[in-house]
């Protein structure tokens, strides 16, 4: 091989490794073995947490930090900050809402995190704060520059949930890192938080006050509207947000097991003709997807109908083995973009230019080693597509090796992620 020959593959390899790595349309853009924090206030990497119970409750003052413990699980990003989140389904999690500084992270693919808006914020109390928050799933921008998130409330230890505090909506502006709002959703609408594991933010960047919040229940297969501009929420109920016992049979990361999740992503079409948009759900645990317009949604009278005709709406099938997380709409281009569990992977539906149909459906990307359970799926302003996958059912039912990569954040662009798909425009 001549010397030119040999630095142009090394320069290759350079790039790759300081860009990510290429995965059938999606590119690798950071890995993890184990997650760490900044400032996290404890520098004992390898404190493993007693399991004696008495010990429980000092153990947790001390902020403890457990690295197996922390799976990430939500992902977001606007201008330059990468959101993070991390539930606090087990003990040791110092900061459940986080971000990542893409400025100034370099080419390090496995960055530390840091808390946001503070640390203080995300420290954990075993008594209610309403400026403390407890366990985050995920986060979603809108079009004003804010950050929306559910607070389940819940400290999820396995056999011993316990709700430390109201299950709340916050919004905090991202110009200003500083709350604007945390509503805490009443116990006449749901006792627990555990089953808000995701909000969809209906809004216009001219009329800010006015936006809506959709709130899916997957635990009580239910759907939940929150005005802002009323700061007040009602609550849906319909057959369409149940899971399908058929598709709740998973095989995943080497894993077999069943889950029953009801209704769990929500994502919104572009405006129509007058001013509402399609709102497109589905429940994890199946393949179909449901459309509703937003106009149903957003009256409150329209809650406590008994029948709801033919307001909700059965689309069709993803096809087999198509269960879905998140999903979220590209509004330049019409294209849905779905997790895909069972496929470790990203499928793809174009809104503009075909009915729902398995046919109609593309593959963006699928691999079973490295994309195990994508748990979270978000389209940026613009037009990047980011992807967490997490193992989670690995975590689970089994044991994630340390010594390995377990976590991974994705990202693409829209045009090139349905390059050579049936969703090309």
């Not at 986060?139 to 709340?168: H, Y």
């Amino acid at each position: 091989m001549s010397t030119q020959g040999f630095l142009l593959i090394l320069i290759t390899i350079v790039y790759l490794q300081i860009t990510g790595i290429h995965c059938t349309g999606l590119i690798e853009v950071f890995e993890w073995k184990q997650m760490d924090y900044e400032n996290r206030g404890d520098s004992d990497s390898d404190f493993v947490f007693p399991t004696d119970i008495e010990k429980h409750e000092a153990a947790m003052q001390n902020d403890s930090y457990i690295p197996y413990n922390n799976v990430p699980m939500g992902v977001s990003h606007f201008k330059g900050k990468l959101f993070i989140t991390m539930p606090r389904r087990r003990l040791g999690i110092p900061s459940t809402l986080n971000y990542i500084d893409l400025k100034t992270v370099g080419s390090n693919r496995s960055p530390k995190l840091r808390a946001y808006p503070d640390m203080d914020t995300n420290e954990f109390t075993d008594t209610a704060n309403a400026n403390r928050i407890i366990s985050v799933y995920r986060t979603r921008v809108d079009a004003c520059n804010r950050l929306w998130f559910i607070d389940t409330g819940m400290l999820e230890l396995p056999d011993n949930k316990i709700q430390v505090q109201r299950p709340s909506i916050w919004i905090i502006d991202l110009n200003t890192n500083k709350k604007i709002n945390r509503f805490e959703i009443p116990q006449s609408i749901v006792s627990t938080g555990p089953g808000l594991a995701s909000i969809t933010v209906d809004v216009d960047n001219k009329a800010c006050h006015k936006a809506f919040g959709y709130v899916p229940d997957l635990n009580n297969n239910a759907l939940y509207v929150y005005s802002l501009e009323e700061n007040r929420i009602w609550s849906f109920s319909h057959n369409y947000f149940h899971f399908d016992p058929i598709q709740g049979d998973l095989s995943i990361g080497g894993q077999d097991f069943s889950w029953n999740d009801g209704i769990f992503s929500i994502t919104l079409g572009n405006k129509n003709m007058n001013g509402y948009r399609t709102a497109f759900f589905h429940p994890m645990a199946s393949t179909n997807e449901f459309a509703v317009s937003t106009k149903v949604l957003q009256n409150e009278r329209n809650a406590g109908r008994s029948s709801h005709g033919q307001d909700f709406e059965l689309l069709g099938t993803r096809g087999p083995q198509k269960q879905s997380t998140m999903h979220d709409f590209d509004p330049k281009t019409g294209i849905i973009f779905y997790a895909e569990i069972m496929k470790n992977g990203v499928g793809c539906w174009n809104t503009m230019t075909s009915d729902f149909s398995a046919s109609n459906h593309g593959q963006v990307a699928m691999d079973a080693d490295r994309m195990i359970y994508p748990s979270d799926l978000t389209i940026d302003n613009e037009g990047t597509i980011w992807v967490m996958t997490n193992s989670m059912p690995i975590f689970i039912y089994s044991q994630l090796d340390p010594n390995v990569v377990n976590f991974r954040v994705w990202k693409q662009r829209v045009q090139d992620a349905v390059e050579n798909t049936v969703c090309e425009t």
